[in-house]
C-alpha cells in the first residue's frame, strides 16, 4: 500500500527549499513549452485568419504540428548522448531554446500569404524543435520530480505553460487588433517570442536544479546515430511514395470532375492517412534493421510492463474529444461567429486560460484526495461535456446571455484603446471548457509520468506524448473539412462523442491505473 501522506516524516527547512525550488523550475519549463506551441498553434492560425487564408486550408497547416507526434523517433538521442558543461537534460534545453530563438526570427521575416510553403516549411521547423524541447523538459520534470510531488508539479507545469499561451496566444492577439489594442503585426510579436526564449535559455543554463547522475543506455553510439539517420531515410521515402504515387491516385479516385469544391480536401486527408499507413511500418523496419538501440530497448521497456499498448490507445483517446472541440476554436470565434480579436483574445485566450490555470491547481489538488483513476474519469466527463457548450455557442449565436464590459486600460506591455464588450455566452462557454480541460491536463501528465523508466525517460515520455498529441495534430485536417461538410453545431456534437470511448476505456483499465498509483519506493521495487 502507497505510504499516506499523513505518515510521512515532516520535511525540514532545508528541503522545503529543495522541493520549492523543483516546483518553480518545472512551472518556468511549462511557460519555455507553452510559448512556442501557441506559436505553431492558436497564434499561428490567428495570423493566417487575417491573412484571409480559408478555414480548410488553415485546418491542413495545423499539420506544421506533426513533429509532436514523431518525436519518440529522435528523443532516443537525447536518452543517450550528453552535451558538455551542463548534462544531458540541461545541455539539450539550452541548444533547442536558442535555436526556437532563431527560428521564430526568420518565421517573422516571412509572408504566410505570399510565401506559404516557406512559411509552412518555417513552422515545422520550429514544432520540430519545440517538440525536441518538449522532449528533454518532460524527461527533466519525470526524473526531477519525486513521486508524491507529480500531482502539484504537474499542475504547474500546465500553469506556466498556460501562462505562456496567455502571453503568445491571448495578449499577443490584443496587441495585433488594429482598432482595440496595439495594433502591432504579428512579426513584431514573434521578434519578442524569440527574445523570450533567449531569456529561457540562460534560465536553463544558471537556474535548473541539478539532476543526480542516473544510467544512461547502454547502446553503441554508432549504432544510434545510424539508425536516426536509417528511420529518417525511411519517412522520407514514405513521403515520396505518397506524394508521387498514392495521392494523385486518391485524388483521381475521389476528387473527380463535378465533385465539389471539398472533394479535393477529402482526397488529401485520405493520402495523409494512407502516408501514415505506409511510413510507420517502413520506420520500424528500418529502426531494427539499423538497430537504433536505444529508440529499441525504450519501447521494450515500456511494453514489458502489463497493460502497455492498451495504455496508448487510452492515451490517444482520451484528449481526442478536447482535440477535436479546440483544433479550430479560434477560426471558429473569429469567422463563423464574428467576434472581434480584441473579444476573444480577452475571452478565450486571457480569461479562459486563466480559468485553465485554476482548473489545473484545482485538479492537483483534487488528485491528492482522489487518487489518478477517479481524477482521470471525473475529469475526462466534464471535459466531454464542455463540448456540448460550444454546440449550444453554435445555435444560439451572439447576445443570448448578458455579458459584460471590459474597461479601456493601457498596462504598458499590453492596451484595450476603448471599453470591450464580452458576450455573456462565450464567456460561460469558455469557463467551462477551460475549467476542465486544465483538471483534465493535470491528471493526464501525471499518468504519463507515472509510466516512464528512468533509463529511458525521453524516449518513453516522448513515445506517451506523442500518442498524446495525435488527435491534437492530426484531427486537424479532418475537422476543417468536417466544419464546412455538416456545419458547425453538427462538428460539436461529433466532438463530444468522440470522448466517449476513453471513458469506456478507463473504466476496463480501472484496476492498471490504480496500480500506478502505489509509490514503487514504498514496496521495494527498483529501477529496472
Known amino acids: 500500500m502507497p505510504t499516506s501522506r499523513a505518515d510521512a516524516p515532516a520535511l525540514t527547512v532545508a528541503q522545503r527549499v529543495v522541493a520549492a525550488h523543483r516546483l518553480i523550475a518545472v512551472t518556468l519549463l511549462g511557460f519555455a ?18 491573412e484571409g ?14 513533429p509532436y507526434t514523431f518525436k519518440f523517433l529522435w528523443a532516443p538521442l537525447m536518452d543517450r548522448f550528453e552535451l558538455p558543461l551542463l548534462g544531458r537534460r540541461r545541455g539539450w534545453l539550452v541548444l533547442t531554446q536558442l535555436a526556437l530563438a532563431g527560428l521564430l526570427l526568420l518565421l517573422a521575416a516571412t509572408s504566410p500569404s505570399g510565401a506559404t510553403r516557406a512559411f509552412a516549411l518555417l513552422a515545422v521547423a520550429v514544432a520540430f524543435v519545440s517538440a525536441s524541447q518538449d522532449v528533454v523538459i518532460d524527461a527533466y520534470r519525470t526524473d526531477l520530480l ?16 498556460r501562462l505562456a499561451m496567455i502571453l503568445s496566444g491571448g495578449i499577443a492577439l490584443i496587441w495585433t487588433d488594429p482598432a ?24 536553463s543554463a544558471l537556474l535548473l536544479p541539478r539532476l543526480p547522475a542516473a544510467a544512461r543506455p547502454q547502446s553503441v553510439a554508432r549504432h544510434d546515430l545510424l539508425g536516426f539517420l536509417a528511420v529518417l531515410a525511411a519517412v522520407a521515402v514514405g513521403y515520396v511514395v505518397t506524394d508521387r504515387a498514392v495521392a494523385p491516385l486518391l485524388r483521381a479516385l475521389i476528387a473527380t470532375p463535378g465533385a465539389g469544391p471539398l472533394a479535393a480536401k477529402w ?18 523496419w528500418a529502426a531494427r534493421r539499423a538497430r537504433f538501440e536505444t529508440l529499441l530497448s525504450g519501447l521494450a521497456s515500456y511494453f514489458a510492463q502489463p497493460g502497455a499498448a492498451a495504455f496508448l490507445a487510452f492515451i490517444v483517446l482520451y484528449k481526442l474529444g478536447d482535440a477535436f472541440a479546440g483544433s479550430l476554436m479560434t477560426p471558429f470565434l473569429l469567422k463563423s461567429m464574428a467576434f472581434s480579436p480584441a473579444e476573444v483574445g480577452v475571452v478565450n485566450k486571457v480569461i479562459g486560460l486563466w480559468l485553465t490555470i485554476a482548473g489545473a491547481l484545482l485538479g492537483g489538488l483534487l488528485m491528492l484526495r482522489l487518487g489518478l483513476w477517479r481524477a482521470l ?23 443570448v446571455l448578458p455579458g459584460l464590459t471590459i474597461p479601456a486600460f493601457d498596462w504598458g506591455f499590453v492596451q484595450l484603446a476603448a471599453p470591450t464588450p464580452v458576450d455573456g455566452g462565450l464567456l460561460m462557454v469558455i469557463a467551462g471548457e477551460n475549467l476542465s480541460g486544465g483538471m483534465g491536463t493535470a491528471a493526464f501528465v501525471a499518468f504519463l509520468m507515472s509510466l516512464c523508466n528512468q533509463r529511458f525517460t525521453a524516449t518513453q515520455f516522448a513515445l506517451l506524448s506523442a500518442f498524446a498529441s495525435v488527435g491534437r495534430v492530426w484531427v486537424g485536417p479532418l475537422a476543417g473539412v ?8 453538427t462538428f460539436f456534437v461529433v466532438s463530444t462523442i468522440a470522448a466517449l470511448p476513453a471513458l469506456v476505456m478507463l473504466w476496463v483499465l480501472r484496476e492498471p491505473v490504480r496500480a ?9 521495487a527498483a529501477d529496472d
Not at 180 to 201: D, E, H, I, K, S
Not at 516 to 524: A, H, N, Q, R, S
Request: hydrophobic share 55%; no cysteine.
Open 33 to 50: 513549452s507553452g510559448l512556442p506551441l501557441a506559436l505553431t498553434g492558436q497564434a499561428l492560425q490567428a495570423w493566417l485568419s487575417m
Open 146 to 161: 519525486p513521486p508524491g510531488e507529480r500531482g502539484l508539479g504537474s499542475s504547474l507545469n500546465v500553469l506556466g505553460y
Open 482 to 489: 468536417l466544419a464546412e461538410s455538416i456545419g458547425w453545431p
Open 377 to 399: 474519469l471525473l475529469f475526462g466527463v466534464l471535459q466531454m461535456a464542455s463540448n456540448l457548450g460550444f454546440w449550444w455557442l453554435a445555435v444560439s449565436g451572439q447576445g
Open 516 to 524: 500506478l498509483e502505489v509509490d514503487p519506493k514504498t514496496v521495494g
Open 53 to 66: 487564408l480559408d478555414v480548410a486550408t488553415i485546418g491542413f497547416l495545423s499539420l506544421v504540428g506533426i
Open 267 to 284: 482526397a488529401d486527408l485520405a493520402a495523409l492517412l494512407a502516408g501514415i499507413a505506409i511510413t510507420l511500418p517502413l520506420a520500424a
Open 180 to 203: 482595440q489594442g496595439g495594433g502591432w503585426t504579428w512579426p513584431t510579436v514573434y521578434r519578442l517570442m524569440a527574445a523570450l526564449m533567449v531569456g529561457a535559455a540562460a534560465v
